[in-house]
């Protein structure tokens, strides 16, 4: 695309202007390419997350305490082994990343798509519901290399809200199988 572009465009590398540098990405950014559009809804979807991470850690003006964090830990570690096998190497279905990097959040990695279920989510946020922490939030993060592909840097995001889906549900499903994230 960018060897085109310069064809096209008559330009040489050492006396492109800033311009016309911002011109071809802008073209990347409106480009209808699958392999372009995919890795662009991937950027957009981690900004996105950013920048909601960042909003709300604005709003909070509490400070989440050890104790606190592990409450959040603790709950978010029972619903998760209802459902799956837990494992930081990735030999199981899931792992409950246990740094407290600061703040109400909590990540989840996911390995394989037959642990990430609807339930399993509903439960999640109802966990967070009682365990009283403002502005508490689960990541969960897929991470799984299957044979018809590698899906990362997609997932959820679970509050005593809700769900924010931050992936593109049809292409996981076409790789992980169409019951991925299901009743």
Known sequence: ???????????????????????FVDKVKKSDDPRIKDFNHRIYNVLSTVLLNACRAEEMSKKYSQDEWTILYNAVSEVC???GKEDPYGHGDYWVVDD???????????????????????????????TNLLGAEIVIALDMDLPRGKI?????????????EQWDIERIREIAGSDFYSE
């Not at 060897?3 to 330009?11: G, H, M, R, T, V």
């Not at 990540?107 to 519901?129: D, G, Q």
Request: hydrophobic letters at 35%.
């Open 152 to 164: 990362n840097n997609m997932g959820l995001i679970v509050d005593s809200q809700g769900v924010i």
């Open 1 to 23: 695309m960018y060897e085109k572009w310069k064809d096209k465009n008559n330009i040489r590398c050492e006396t492109m202007t800033p311009q016309q540098a911002q011109d």
């Open 81 to 83: 082994k209802k459902f």
């Open 100 to 130: 407290n990097w600061g703040g109400a959040s909590q990540k989840i990695i996911v390995a394989t798509p037959k642990f990430l279920k609807k339930k399993l989510v509903s439960e999640l946020s109802e966990a967070i519901k009682k």
